[in-house]
Structure formats: structure tokens, C-alpha cells
């Protein structure tokens, strides 16, 4: 059974580029959330997916967008990119089966905006 | 909002020897999810434990147990016997859920404390 998988492992990016970050949730999990994490913080929620819409959003400007496939895939994608954008960029998914929506993570992506 | 403070950034202690990790944490939710989560060098988040709010029995999970205290608001996590595998960043977790204790997925991180085992 595979878990969440994400691509690619490392990205490195110009300021002012726009990067794609792709995020294959586990199997039978309908829900994919986006944090962002920072060195040396917590991650922090971006947003999550759930039946090709958006459905809550944390405190990040409009310049991260996203999509959810029909497979349930989700790419998240960040615009005209900040120095402050470097960081490990990680892929929850979870069941809905589950009233506790447990949050199943994938080894990220590292973001590095030079 | 929600909140969720670890005091302690960075706690070093010799191979079995007994670490207790600590958690606070802020909700206006009545109901809510509290998680444990490990966090080795290759950044993948490792799910541990979980605790809803409804229910304060303590448990214990091999050599993880955690003690949830509502009326302090506070969730801890103690590693009994620690290993030197066990030196990771841990971090404390909080997820708000409606009426019908169905969580809403979305996680407030702590800032995370650096466990370090020494041989």
C-alpha cells in the first residue's frame, strides 16, 4: 500500500519564477492538505482540497494556488516566488472514513528560492 | 484560533533514560484532536499518537504514553527508556472537529522540540 508521495524531492528556483509541487495522496484517501514549513518551525496549514475544491485556507496570500485531480492528486502551485518561500513544502492526505481525519504525510519537497 | 506551545526547544538526555516531552494548547472548539508527531532528518512527518478531547484516559503504547490534562490544557508525551533512534524533532498537533466530533483536518503546529539520545 503506498503512502503519500511527493514530486520532486528538491526544487531549486529563482525569485520571481512560479514553481508546481505534485503531491499523490495514499490509497483510498479523498482529502489532500498543503503545510509549509519553514527551517527550524512547525508546519504551517496552506490549504486543503477536497472534492477538486478548496475547502479551508491558513493565512497564505493568493499568490499559492492549487488543484485537486479527479484521482485525488493535487499540485500546489506558488507565483512570482519570495526568498521567503524557501522551505520543505509537505503533503497531507487522509480518509474519509475517519472522523479524525488523521493526517498521513509525504517526505515533502524542498523548496530552495535563490 | 488555535494554539499550541512546546516550552521546550531542545531536550538532550542519555539512552534510557526516561524524556517527557510538553504541550499547551489553545481552542475555542469543545470538541478537538491532539496528535503527536516525529520528524527524523529526512523531514517526513511520522504520526505517533492521538487523543480526543472527549475521552482523558491516559494510555500507553509500547514505550510512548501521554498524559492529556483538559482542565490544564495540556497534552504530554513521555518516551519511557529512551533510544538513540529515538532523536528526532517532535511535534505537538491540534485539530479543531464540528459537533459531531468530526475533525476538520486542517493541523496547528507547535514550534516542535528537538529530542537528542545520546548513546
Known amino acids: 500500500d503506498a503512502g503519500v508521495t511527493q514530486s520532486p524531492t528538491h526544487l531549486i528556483k529563482t525569485r520571481g519564477q512560479q514553481v508546481t509541487l505534485r503531491c499523490s495522496p495514499k490509497s483510498g484517501h479523498d482529502t489532500v492538505s498543503w503545510y509549509q514549513q519553514a527551517l527550524g518551525q512547525g508546519p504551517q496549514f496552506i490549504f486543503q482540497?477536497?472534492?477538486?475544491?478548496?475547502?479551508q485556507r491558513g493565512n497564505f496570500p493568493d499568490r499559492f494556488s492549487g488543484h485537486q485531480f479527479p484521482n485525488y492528486s493535487s499540485e500546489l502551485n506558488v507565483n512570482a516566488l519570495l526568498l521567503g518561500d524557501s522551505a520543505l513544502y509537505l503533503c497531507?492526505?487522509?480518509?474519509?472514513?475517519?472522523?479524525?481525519?488523521?493526517?498521513?504525510f509525504g517526505p515533502g519537497t524542498r523548496l530552495t528560492v535563490t | 484560533a488555535q494554539k499550541v506551545t512546546q516550552a521546550q526547544t531542545e531536550i538532550s538526555v542519555v539512552e534510557k533514560e526516561d524524556v517527557t516531552l510538553d504541550c499547551v494548547y489553545e481552542t475555542r472548539d469543545t470538541t478537538y484532536y491532539l496528535f503527536w508527531y516525529k520528524q527524523p532528518p529526512s523531514g517526513e512527518l511520522v504520526f505517533l499518537i492521538r487523543?480526543?478531547?472527549?475521552?482523558?484516559q491516559n494510555e500507553i503504547s509500547g514505550r510512548y504514553s501521554w498524559n492529556f490534562q483538559k482542565s490544564t490544557s495540556s497534552f504530554n508525551f513521555t518516551i519511557t527508556a529512551s533510544q538513540v533512534v529515538d532523536s528526532a524533532v517532535y511535534f505537538c498537533a491540534l485539530s479543531g472537529a464540528n459537533a459531531g466530533g468530526t475533525s476538520y483536518g486542517k493541523l496547528t503546529f507547535g514550534q516542535g522540540t528537538i529530542l537528542t539520545v545520546h548513546p
Open positions: 487523543r480526543n478531547s472527549f475521552d482523558e
Open positions: 497531507a492526505s487522509s480518509s474519509p472514513s475517519s472522523r479524525m481525519r488523521e493526517q498521513y
Open positions: 482540497y477536497y472534492e477538486e475544491e478548496e475547502r
